[in-house]
C-alpha cells in the first residue's frame, strides 16, 4: 500500500543522499523541538571555519546569540526582513571585533568554495513546537545545522491531492504560525510525485515553479520528480542559489520581497559566466520568450560575473536600447539593490566611465555607441549584456558596439526568436560553436507549460471595422524601412488613404464602442485591464476624446505618449519620466479607476503589469514589434487564464504573415478565442456524461443525491473535478457570450453538483478550488448556493431510531451531504479541518464496502453530533478574537517605514465597519460580498492601502472566514 511516507518522501530521501547530504532521523537530532537551529552543528562549523573562534571557541556563542536575536526579532520585523537580516550572516558579510587589537573579521557559517566541507544533513518527520502549537515538517536539508530548506511530500495516490495542498500547507499554514522557523529559509519545495515545485517564503503559489536541467525536461512521474530533485538539491546548486541567485527587493507598494531564480535562469546565467571563464568564445545570443524574466536574468549575471573569484573585478555592461526599457532595467536593478549600480546617462559619460576603466555595472543605451570613433576600452574582463539584441540591426550599432570593445564579451539576450537575415544580429552574437545560433533558448511552448507566462487568444470583432487587406500590404510596407526616398514619398501617399479610413468618425465611434461594451462585459468584472494600441498619436486623441464622450468618465483611460515642444494639440499629454511612472503604478493597482491606456508605440516593450490582460489592437504591426506588443497581456496573476487581443485590422486573419520567423512555432503562440468556443460543448458533454440518464429537472436533495450516486468513490469524484475545472476555465474566458446561453442551465447544475461533493477537510485544492467570479455570479442569479434544506439538528435528534430506518443509505448520503455544507462554513479551522478528514475516510470505508449503509448513518449522525457541539462551542466573543488576531497577524507583515500604520486602530475600524453591513448567509450572495468589499476598500483608502491587492485579498479572505 502506498502512502508519502513509503513512496515520495523516501524517494526524495534517496536521491539526497545519493548527492551527498548525510540521512540523520529527525527525533535523532541533537536539538530541542523548540529549537529552529541544530546547536552543536553550528558551533562546530563556527570553530572550524573561522581561525579567530577556533582561538576562543566561547567567540561562538556571541555569534550565536546574535542568530537568536533575529529568529525571535521575526515577530515585529516580519519574515521577509528577517530572512534578509539572517542571509547578510549566511553570505559571510558580517564581521565581529575577533582579530587582534579587537579587529573586525568576517565571520564564516558555510564554506561556499568547498561544498563538502559543510555537514550536510537531510532528515524527516522534523518537529517544532512553540508554547503549545506544534507543527511536522517532512523533509528538512541543513547546512551546519541551519535548515535551508524545507519540503512537503504529499501522497500520491488520490489524484485530487498534489503539490498544491503541501505548497499551501507551508505558504498559508507553517509560514504565518511559526514564521521563525522560515527564518534562515533559503527555499521550500512540494511534490505528489508527479510535479515537482518549489518558491521561496511569501512567494504567491501561482510564481512556485518547476526545475528542470539542460537533459530533463519531462514530467508527470515519480523518476521526473526524482531527477530533479537530484538536480536541484545538490549541494553545491543549493548554495550557488543562495550565494548568487537570491535577491531581496522593494515591490512597488514599498514592501520587501525575496526573489529567487527560475531554473532558466539559473541554467543561462551560469552557461554566460563559464563562458567567460573559459575566455575562448566571445559572445552568445539567449533567446528567452517574452515575460519569463529576462531582467531578473541580467540581475543574477550581473551580479555572480562581479562576484567571481577569476574574473579580477570586471566591468559589466547592461545595455537596453531605448529609453522606456532603460527605465525598466534601472528598476529592476535598483529595486534589487545591486552594489556597485551607476547608469550613464549620455555617450560623454559612457566614453569617460570606460576610459577610466571603472568597474562596476553600468547601465546605458545602444545608442550611445553610434558616434563613437575607435577602441573605448581593450581590457578583457569587460563584459555587455545586450537587452533585445534583434534590435541592434538598426544603423549596424551591434557593429559598432565591437569596435568600441574589441576584446569584450557581447551576449545577446532576446524576447523573440531572430532570424537568420538578421546577419547584423548574428555577427555581433551569434557563436558559430553554438547549435542553432544560440546559447539557450526558452520557448513560448516552455513557459506556458511552467507557468511561467499565459496563453494568448485572439478574437476579430465584426468585420465592417476591418479595413481592406491591400491598404494593409502598403501600412506594412512602410513599416519595413530599407526604401529609397522616392519610394517612401510613394508609400506615404498610399498609406494616407489608410489614415483616413482609420480615422474616419464613423470608425472611430465604432471602435470605442466596441471597446468599452467589450471591457465592461468581459474584462472588468474579473478585476483585470486593458490597453488600446491606436494607429498614430492623432488616433490616441480621438480614441481618448470618444471614450470619454461615451462613458462621461474621464479618469477610466489615459494616453501615454511621447510629446516634443511646440506640438500644442498633444501638450496636455506631456509627462515627464516621474509623472509617467505615477500614472503607470496608478494603471498596475487594481482599485484605481484607471483601467484603460492608449498608446500608439510607448509601452509596448518592457511594460510589466500583470493586471494587464485585453490589447485591444487597431494598427498594422508584424513580426517582432507585434509579438512583444502582445506579450504585454501573458504575465501571470492570480486567477487569470489567458491573455487577449481584440485584432480591429484584420492582422491574425494570417498568423503566418504576420509572424514571419524561421521558427515557425512562433505563429502558435496566438490562437483564435472561436476555438475555444468549439471546445465549449465537448467539454460540457465530457461533465456530463458521469451522470448518464439523471434528471437534471429535479432540484434540491433528490437532485443532488442523483447526481451523487454516479459519482460513488474518490477516484471517480476527482476525475469529474478534473474535467469540471477545465470546464470552468472556458467558461470564465468566455463568458459573457451568447454562445454560453444553450449551455447555461446544464453548467449551472454541474457546478452544483461540484460544490456539494468538494472534500469536506479542504484538501485536494489542484481539482477541488474556489469557483470564478462570473460563475458565481451566474450561481447567484437564479438560485442559493445551499439550496437544499439544512436539518441536521432534527437528524442528529433521531439517531436512536435509526435500526427502524427502512433506506439508511439515502439518509446517509443526505447527513453527509448536510455535513459537507456546514463543514464548509468553518474552512480553515483546524478543529473543523479535522472533523472533515473523519468524514472523508468515514465515505471511503463504506465506498470500499468496509461498514454497511447502517453502521455508515450511525457514524456519521455521532460525527454530526460532534460537529453541532463544536457549533455550539463557537462563542461569538472567541470568532470575533479569531478575526481581529487574523487580521492584525497580516496588517503587522505589511507594516513598514513607508506605511507605518497603526495596525490596532485599521482592525477595529474594519471589525467595526464589517459588522454593520454584514447579514447571515452574506457569503453567498453577490450583492453582500459587493457591499463587504466595498466597506473593506473605504477602510484600506483611509489608511493609505488601498494599492496593494494581495493585501486586499487576503483580508477579504479572513473576513469572509471569520464574519
Keep these: 500500500m502506498f502512502n508519502e511516507a513509503n513512496s515520495v518522501e523516501q524517494m526524495v530521501l534517496d536521491a539526497c543522499l545519493q548527492n551527498g547530504w548525510q540521512y540523520i532521523p529527525g527525533p535523532s537530532l541533537l536539538r530541542n523541538t523548540s529549537d529552529v537551529f541544530v546547536d552543536s552543528s553550528l558551533r562546530a562549523a563556527l570553530i572550524k571555519l573561522n581561525p579567530e573562534i577556533a582561538e576562543q571557541p566561547d567567540r561562538a556563542d556571541e555569534v550565536l546569540y546574535k542568530l537568536r536575536a533575529i529568529l525571535l526579532a521575526v515577530q515585529n520585523d516580519g519574515l521577509v526582513r528577517s530572512n534578509e537580516a539572517l542571509v547578510e550572516w549566511l553570505l559571510g558579510n558580517k564581521t565581529l571585533p575577533f582579530g587582534p587589537n579587537g579587529e573586525h573579521t568576517t565571520v564564516r557559517l558555510i564554506d561556499f568554495e568547498h561544498p563538502e566541507n559543510n555537514e550536510l544533513i537531510i532528515c ?90 539542460e537533459e530533463h525536461h519531462s514530467e508527470g512521474t515519480l523518476d521526473d520528480v526524482r531527477q530533479s530533485i537530484a538536480s536541484m538539491l545538490h549541494p553545491e546548486v543549493v548554495l550557488d542559489i543562495l550565494q548568487n541567485f537570491t535577491i531581496f527587493a522593494t515591490d512597488k507598494e514599498h514592501r520587501r520581497i525575496k526573489i529567487i531564480c527560475r531554473y532558466q535562469q539559473y541554467e543561462a546565467t551560469n552557461l554566460i559566466v563559464d563562458r567567460v571563464v573559459e575566455g575562448r568564445i566571445k559572445k552568445g545570443l539567449i533567446w528567452h520568450f517574452q515575460g519569463s524574466g529576462k531582467s531578473l536574468l541580467m540581475v543574477f549575471t550581473a551580479q555572480k560575473l562581479r562576484m567571481h573569484p577569476q574574473l579580477g573585478n570586471p566591468t559589466v555592461l547592461i545595455i537596453v536600447d531605448r529609453i522606456d526599457l532603460d527605465t525598466q532595467i534601472s528598476a529592476t536593478f535598483n529595486a534589487a539593490d545591486i552594489p556597485n549600480l551607476i547608469k550613464a ?185 486593458g490597453m488600446i494600441v491606436a494607429f498614430d498619436r492623432e488616433c490616441c486623441d480621438l480614441y481618448k476624446k470618444m471614450i470619454d464622450e461615451i462613458t462621461g468618465d474621464p479618469e477610466l483611460s489615459e494616453v501615454v505618449m511621447s510629446v516634443t515642444q511646440g506640438e500644442d494639440e498633444y501638450q496636455k499629454y506631456k509627462r515627464d519620466r516621474d509623472e509617467e511612472e505615477k500614472l503607470l503604478d496608478r494603471f498596475r493597482n487594481p482599485n484605481d479607476p484607471l483601467k484603460l491606456l492608449i498608446v500608439t508605440s510607448k509601452l509596448l516593450t518592457g511594460f510589466d503589469a500583470p493586471i494587464l490582460q485585453v490589447l485591444y489592437l487597431d494598427k498594422p504591426m508584424k513580426d517582432h514589434n ?249 462563542e461569538p466573543a472567541d470568532e470575533q478574537a479569531k478575526a481581529k488576531a487574523a487580521l492584525t497577524e497580516l496588517f503587522q507583515e505589511v507594516k513598514n517605514e513607508e506605511t507605518p500604520i497603526i495596525v490596532e486602530r485599521i482592525v477595529d475600524k474594519i471589525d467595526e465597519i464589517v459588522r454593520i453591513v454584514r447579514f447571515d448567509g452574506w457569503q453567498s450572495t453577490s450583492g453582500g460580498e459587493r457591499e463587504v468589499k466595498k466597506a473593506l476598500r473605504r477602510v484600506l483608502l483611509d489608511f493609505k492601502l488601498h494599492g496593494d491587492q494581495e493585501l486586499f485579498d487576503r483580508a477579504y479572505g479572513y473576513i469572509r472566514q471569520y464574519y
Design 124 to 213: 524527516n518527520q522534523w518537529t517544532y513546537k512553540v508554547g503549545q502549537l506544534e507543527k511536522r515538517f517532512d523533509i528538512v536539508l541543513l547546512v551546519n545545522g541551519l535548515p535551508l530548506v524545507i519540503g512537503e511530500a504529499k501522497t500520491p495516490v488520490r489524484p485530487a491531492v498534489s503539490w498544491v495542498d503541501g505548497a499551501s500547507q507551508i505558504h498559508d499554514d507553517y509560514e504565518q504560525s511559526v514564521p521563525a522557523m522560515f527564518v534562515p529559509n533559503l527555499f521550500s519545495f512540494a511534490t505528489e510525485g508527479k510535479l515537482f515545485r518549489y518558491g521561496s517564503i511569501r512567494m504567491p503559489l501561482t510564481k512556485w515553479g518547476p526545475w528542470r536541467d
Design 345 to 529: 546617462e549620455s555617450r560623454e559619460a559612457l566614453q569617460t566611465m570606460l576610459a577610466q576603466d571603472l568597474r562596476k555595472v553600468i547601465i546605458t543605451t545602444i545608442h550611445k555607441f553610434g558616434e563613437v570613433d575607435g577602441v573605448l576600452n581593450d581590457r578583457s574582463n569587460i563584459i555587455a549584456l545586450v537587452d533585445e539584441a534583434h534590435r541592434t540591426q538598426e544603423g549596424n550599432l551591434g557593429r559598432a558596439m565591437r569596435q568600441a570593445l574589441p576584446n569584450a564579451f557581447l551576449f545577446g539576450l532576446t524576447g523573440t526568436p531572430i532570424n537568420r537575415a538578421d546577419k547584423n544580429t548574428f555577427y555581433a552574437f551569434g557563436a558559430d560553436e553554438d547549435d542553432q545560433g544560440y546559447m539557450t533558448r526558452y520557448s513560448f511552448q516552455d513557459s506556458i507549460r511552467d507557468g511561467a507566462t499565459l496563453p494568448l487568444h485572439f478574437e476579430a470583432p465584426d468585420v465592417k471595422l476591418h479595413i481592406a487587406q491591400t491598404a494593409i500590404d502598403e501600412a506594412f510596407k512602410q513599416i519595413t524601412g530599407d526604401l529609397s526616398e522616392q519610394d517612401r514619398d510613394d508609400l506615404s501617399k498610399r498609406a494616407a488613404k489608410m489614415a483616413a479610413l482609420v480615422k474616419s468618425p464613423e470608425r472611430v465611434r465604432g471602435i470605442c464602442e466596441h471597446i468599452f461594451h467589450h471591457f465592461e462585459s468581459k474584462i472588468d468584472p474579473n478585476g483585470f485591464k
Design 626 to 874: 507585434l509579438l512583444q506588443a502582445i506579450c504585454r497581456t501573458n504575465r501571470v496573476l492570480k486567477d487569470k487564464t489567458h491573455g487577449l487581443i481584440v485584432d480591429y485590422i484584420g492582422i491574425f486573419d494570417d498568423v503566418a504573415q504576420a509572424l514571419t520567423f524561421d521558427e515557425k512555432a512562433v505563429q502558435l503562440v496566438i490562437s483564435n478565442l472561436d476555438e475555444l468556443k468549439k471546445e465549449l460543448p465537448v467539454r460540457l458533454q465530457a461533465c456530463l456524461s458521469f451522470f448518464p440518464e439523471v434528471d437534471r429537472s429535479l432540484e434540491g436533495y433528490e437532485g443532488l443525491m442523483l447526481a451523487q450516486d454516479c459519482l460513488p468513490n474518490n477516484e471517480k469524484r476527482d476525475e469529474f473535478a478534473a474535467e469540471y475545472s477545465l470546464l470552468s476555465r472556458l467558461w470564465e474566458a468566455l463568458s459573457p457570450d451568447a454562445c454560453l446561453n444553450p449551455y447555461t442551465a446544464d453548467y449551472r447544475w454541474l457546478t452544483q453538483v461540484y460544490e456539494s461533493v468538494k472534500p469536506a477537510s479542504g484538501n485536494g485544492k489542484l481539482l477541488w478550488h474556489a469557483l470564478g467570479a462570473k460563475t458565481i455570479e451566474l450561481i447567484h442569479e437564479h438560485t442559493h448556493l445551499d439550496a437544499v434544506h439544512d436539518d441536521l439538528e432534527t437528524l442528529i435528534m433521531d439517531a436512536d431510531v435509526i435500526d427502524a430506518v427502512q433506506d439508511a443509505g439515502a439518509k446517509a448520503r443526505r447527513v453527509a451531504m448536510q455535513l459537507i455544507a456546514r463543514l464548509r462554513k468553518h474552512a480553515g479551522d483546524p478543529k473543523f479541518v479535522e472533523l472533515g478528514e473523519r468524514l472523508e475516510k468515514l465515505r471511503e470505508r463504506h465506498e470500499k464496502g468496509l461498514d454497511d449503509s447502517k453502521a455508515f448513518l450511525k457514524k456519521l449522525l455521532q460525527l454530526a453530533r460532534e460537529v453541532v457541539e463544536a457549533e455550539q462551542k463557537i
